[in-house]
């Protein structure tokens, strides 16, 4: 049995793909692992490209999930100690994913564990933060936008940010190391998130059972963003605008039938209960 199990849940981002797979296999790393993509019925022959790679199993989902469902799809079909939750836009640099299960190793108390994750250029990405709240998601917005625009005070902030050990809320679903027996001590991601938020939601489920989330600066992993979002911006912000639904619902109640409202009046009509 693989002492790790790196899932990748894919969806129309064949390139970016097989660049990532390139990174996991070219050298691979050294501790024992399995590589799962799961692929969410894509339309570029994914799947297909995924099985030329030696040692990758593929697992076609039959439809587009979301990133939850096919993550725990994956988790399921596995059966190491540590698993990988790796996005197939991302790239890890040699040594990164052996680093990450060494520093998980050395504290026990921690069962979801994150990584600095950057750009093609090297700016720093906000990849962990405090619990979702209306204001922080304010405060955060400000901050992705202030490094999306290149603003050289927000990504110096950012860049401070992520130079530091700490023990935040949640952590990146982008590159997300969890304990198998803490992954399934609270039922794997809630599959109510089709993309986005999902992270956020399991690093809270996480930590209400006492145990722990860490940010490492120590590691880092290249994000470069998927194509997939990019080409359908009304489509991902529908996507994001109904996981936010769910996740007030259920963290935020109070505040979710404003949300609801607000969706409406924007012609985004809640897909969730």
């Excluded at 981002?13 to 097989?18: F, K, P």
């Excluded at 990532?20 to 050294?30: I, K």
């Excluded at 530091?164 to 001590?185: F, K, N």
């Amino acid at each position: 049995m693989p002492d790790l199990s790196i899932i990748i849940v894919s969806y129309n981002a064949r390139a970016e793909l097989e660049r990532c797979l390139a990174s996991l296999t070219t050298p691979p790393p050294a501790i024992s692992n399995e590589v799962v993509v799961v692929d969410n019925l894509s339309s570029d022959g994914s799947a297909e490209a995924a099985r030329h790679w030696p040692g990758v199993r593929v697992i076609e989902s039959g439809a587009n999930r979301g990133f939850a469902a096919a993550s725990n799809i994956g988790i399921r079909a596995s059966s190491s100690e540590l698993v990988l939750l790796l996005n197939s836009d991302t790239i890890a640099p040699r040594g990164a994913i052996d680093a990450l299960a060494r520093t998980i190793r050395s504290h026990a108390d921690v069962a979801v564990l994150g990584p600095r994750l950057v750009d093609g250029e090297g700016h720093p990405e906000v990849s962990c933060g405090s619990m979702v709240s209306p204001l922080v998601e304010w405060r955060q917005k400000r901050l992705v936008r202030g490094v999306e625009r290149r603003n050289p005070a927000w990504l110096q902030r950012v860049e401070r940010m992520t130079r530091q050990e700490q023990w935040p809320d949640w952590v990146s679903g982008a590159c997300l190391l969890v304990r198998r027996r803490d992954a399934e001590a609270v039922g794997l991601l809630d599959e109510r998130y089709f993309m986005y938020l999902e992270d956020v939601d399991f690093c809270a489920a996480i930590r209400a059972r006492g145990r722990r989330v860490l940010f490492t600066p120590t590691v880092e992993v290249v994000h470069l963003r998927g194509r997939s979002a990019a080409s359908a911006p009304a489509a991902t912000m529908a996507a994001y605008r109904r996981s936010q639904l769910t996740f007030y619902q259920k963290h935020h109640p109070a505040v979710a039938p404003l949300l609801r409202l607000y969706l409406r009046m924007r012609g985004i009509p809640p897909t969730n209960s």
